[in-house]
Structures are given as C-alpha cells and as structure tokens.
C-alpha cells in the first residue's frame, strides 16, 4: 500500500497503524527533522520533541502501556494552510498494566509536507490519566 501524502488521509492512516500496534510505520510517517508537542504537559513531562528519532524512542513501549481499540468521534478540520489539519477525536482502549479502560478525548494540530508529518501538538489532558504504567509512559522522554 503507497502510504498517503494528503494530511487527513496520511492521519487516517497513522491512526490505522496505531490500531495495530506498528509503531515503527507510525513513525516512519514522520519526517526526520519532526516536532512532536505536549503544550498542556505538566512538570516532569516531556513537552517537545525533536526530530523523528525522539519521536521513535518516545513511542518505542506505546503497545506495552496503552492498548488502542479504536478512534471513535473522529472530526477533520482543514485549515486556511493547506498542509496543515486540526483533529477532534477519542482514543480508547485499556490500560495493559492495570486492564482499566481507557478513553482519552484529543485535539491535535498536524502539519505534514511531502507526505510526512512535521509538526503534531497533542492538546490530551494528561492529568486525566490514571496514574499506572500509562502515565509512567507518557513521562518518558524529558
């Protein structure tokens, strides 16, 4: 499958590979110099990432940690930059660990070019996950 160039499909497509647990293709949609954002991280949370090697070793133990079912309530928004999309969505699943639910409500910020994603804020709220191994998860990178 030729992977998508055009920002919402490019993202409908991460999302797929999320589904299914291939984090390497995840972050082969990045472009090498990416900046992977955490604007409403707190204290002790990375906030920025730079570059797609950052964003591999972040997401490296994303399968061990979150267990995604599906992205119900997705919204695409196009904005006046045609590389650029604003994103509406639920992730939800379980927590491997603890086996809790998860559902977790994100707006995100993309801008992709040349069929690579360059720029992502992640405006989730982290502090409205429970504190186990998924929250030790989303510490890592500082």
Do not use: C
């Not at 919402?8 to 110099?33: F, G």
């Not at 002790?44 to 570059?51: A, F, H, Q, T």
């Not at 399968?63 to 997705?74: A, N, Q, R, S, Y």
């Not at 919204?75 to 509406?88: A, L, S």
Request: net charge negative.
């Amino acid at each position: 499958m030729t992977t998508p160039t055009q920002p919402a499909d490019l993202y409908r497509h991460s999302l797929r590979l999320l589904l299914d647990k291939d984090i390497p293709a995840w972050v082969d949609l990045w472009d090498d110099d990416g900046v992977f954002e955490f604007p409403f991280a707190p204290e002790g949370w990375p906030r920025r990432l730079e570059g797609k090697a950052a964003v591999s070793d972040y997401m490296r133990g994303y399968p061990d940690h979150i267990e995604l079912h599906d992205f119900p309530d997705l919204k695409i928004h196009q904005t006046g930059d045609p590389g650029t999309i604003v994103v509406e969505m639920r992730g939800v699943g379980r927590l491997v660990r603890s086996q809790d639910p998860f559902d977790m409500t994100y707006i995100a910020v993309v801008s992709v070019a040349n069929g690579r994603i360059t720029h992502y804020r992640d405006y989730w709220n982290p502090l409205a996950l429970p504190q186990d191994g998924a929250a030790d998860f989303t510490r890592r990178g500082r």
